[in-house]
C-alpha cells in the first residue's frame, strides 16, 4: 500500500520550534520531490515548502521565509520540515505530498497542489501560549 506518513506535531509556544517527518511506506520518496502544505480551519490550503529530487532545491512559500527549513535524508527515506520561530499563525494540520518531477518542478513553478498525487493524513501543529 502506497502511504505517506507524517509526524512530529503538537502544542508548541510561539517561538518555539519543532521538526516535522514525512516518511512513504510501499514506495521510496527518493525519486520525488516532496511539498509540504498546511490547512488551518475554515481557510484554503497553503503551500509552506517543498525540494527536489535531482538537485535538493527549494521553495518556501512567504509567510514561512526564513523560519522554515525543509531538507531531505534519502539513507532514511525521510524529508524534514524544520520549524523555528514557530507562530501562531502557524497552527494547522500540514500535509505532505509527492509530485513527480518530469514537466512540473516546484522550485522553480512553486508550489502548485494539484501537481501532487499522493498525500499523507496529517499532523497536527498548535502554536498557543
Known amino acids: 500500500q502506497v502511504q505517506l506518513v507524517e509526524s512530529g506535531g503538537g502544542l508548541v509556544q510561539p517561538g518555539g520550534s519543532l521538526r516535522l517527518s514525512c516518511a512513504a511506506s510501499g514506495f521510496t520518496l527518493d525519486y520525488y520531490q516532496v511539498g509540504w502544505f498546511r490547512q488551518a480551519p475554515g481557510k484554503e490550503r497553503e503551500g509552506v515548502s517543498c525540494?527536489?529530487?535531482?538537485?535538493?532545491?527549494?521553495y518556501y512559500g512567504d509567510s514561512v521565509k526564513g523560519r522554515f527549513t525543509i531538507s531531505r535524508d534519502n539513507a532514511k527515506h525521510t524529508v524534514y520540515l524544520q520549524m523555528n520561530g514557530l507562530k501562531p499563525e502557524d497552527t494547522a494540520a500540514y500535509f505532505c505530498?509527492?509530485?513527480?518531477?518530469?514537466?512540473?518542478?516546484?522550485?522553480?513553478?512553486?508550489?502548485?497542489?494539484?501537481?501532487?498525487?499522493?498525500w499523507g493524513q496529517g499532523t497536527q501543529v498548535t502554536v498557543s501560549s
Open positions: 505530498a509527492t509530485a513527480i518531477e518530469q514537466y512540473y518542478y516546484c522550485s522553480v513553478h512553486g508550489l502548485n497542489d494539484w501537481e501532487f498525487d499522493t
Open positions: 525540494i527536489s529530487s535531482r538537485d535538493y532545491s527549494t
